[in-house]
Structures are given as structure tokens and as C-alpha cells.
């Protein structure tokens, strides 16, 4: 079962962030409120996260609690 849901994050994700990151969340396997160090774990514990996508994710404005602790 955690597998079939980290995969399917894991494709969401690719396709868009926000909806893997939010199915992630629904599935218990990520907190709500996020916390930014539990998406980096995700992230960089994952060989099939698109680093294309990733990059584009991490960079916007938005986002820059994530791009803060990606980069520690």
C-alpha cells in the first residue's frame, strides 16, 4: 500500500507539484500543515522525482521556505 501511494505521489508530483504534494498529504504520508523539511525528505529521497519539474518547483517565489531547506 505505501508503496502504490508514494508511487502515485511521486507521478502527481511530476505532472504537478502542488497535486503530488497534496495527495501525499491526504494519505497521511505527508503532514498538513506541510512542513518543509518532510517535502525535501520526499524529494531528495526519490530517484524518479523529475529534477526538471523539481527545479522549476523549488525556484518560485512562493516556495522559498522549501528552496531554504532543500539547499541545507
Do not use: C, H, W
Not at 508503496?3 to 491526504?26: A, D, H, R
Request: overall charge positive; proline content about 6%.
Amino acid at each position: 500500500m505505501f508503496v502504490q501511494v508514494y508511487n502515485t505521489g511521486t507521478e502527481y508530483f511530476n505532472q504537478k507539484p502542488g497535486k503530488g504534494i497534496s495527495y501525499l498529504q491526504e494519505q497521511g504520508l505527508l503532514a498538513d500543515p506541510l512542513e518543509p523539511g518532510e517535502v525535501v525528505t520526499f524529494i531528495r529521497g526519490n530517484p524518479k522525482i523529475d529534477k526538471k519539474v523539481l527545479g522549476e518547483f523549488i525556484t518560485k517565489r512562493s516556495n522559498s521556505q522549501l528552496l531554504e531547506a532543500f539547499v541545507k
